[in-house]
């Protein structure tokens, strides 16, 4: 059975630190795998927050999540802190990548890994919409 292969770049223009909330944990006693999703949904509204966005405004329009891809690579227990990284990839005329990675801060115990597929929205219209060129500027795109 093929396996979801994911490549990252070398390094990430962004870093955050997420604690793992016991409200993460599943049955198992470690980090849930839908909610694994939440953590990185976090880390990408602070990454927007690093370029003075929000995911409803960036240079006036929004996004929408087109897919997500996601590799497991070890458990992750209550009261860790995880160091997510991330950044953007892969742009279109509507969209991009964003790649990211998630350790465990203190072992840099590789976690999870994945991209996130984003398209950018225009609320008003309810229509997918170009990619701001500023958003793509600032990112070296």
């Known amino acids: 059975m093929a396996r979801i292969q994911i490549e990252l770049p070398e ?5 955050t630190e997420i ?7 599943n049955y198992g006693g470690h980090l849930d795998n839908a909610l694994l999703l939440t953590v990185v949904s976090e880390a990408r509204a602070r990454f927007f927050q690093s370029l ?3 995911e409803l405004d960036i240079e006036g329009v929004g996004i929408v999540i087109s897919d997500a891809a996601l ?3 070890s458990e992750a227990f209550h009261g ?13 005329s509507k969209g991009c990548d964003l790649l ?12 999870a890994r994945g991209k996130t597929g984003i398209v950018f929205f225009d609320y008003a219209t309810r229509k997918a919409t170009q990619v701001p060129e500023n958003f793509r500027a600032r990112l070296g795109y």
Do not use: I, K
């Open 80 to 92: 860790e802190v995880m160091l997510v990284r991330m950044g953007a990839a892969d742009f279109s």
């Open 11 to 15: 390094q990430f223009p962004f870093a």
């Open 19 to 25: 604690t793992l909330y016991l409200s993460h944990m």
């Open 100 to 111: 990211w990675c998630m350790n465990e801060r203190s072992s840099l115990r590789e976690v």
């Open 52 to 54: 003075g966005y929000r």
């Open 71 to 73: 590799q497991y690579r």
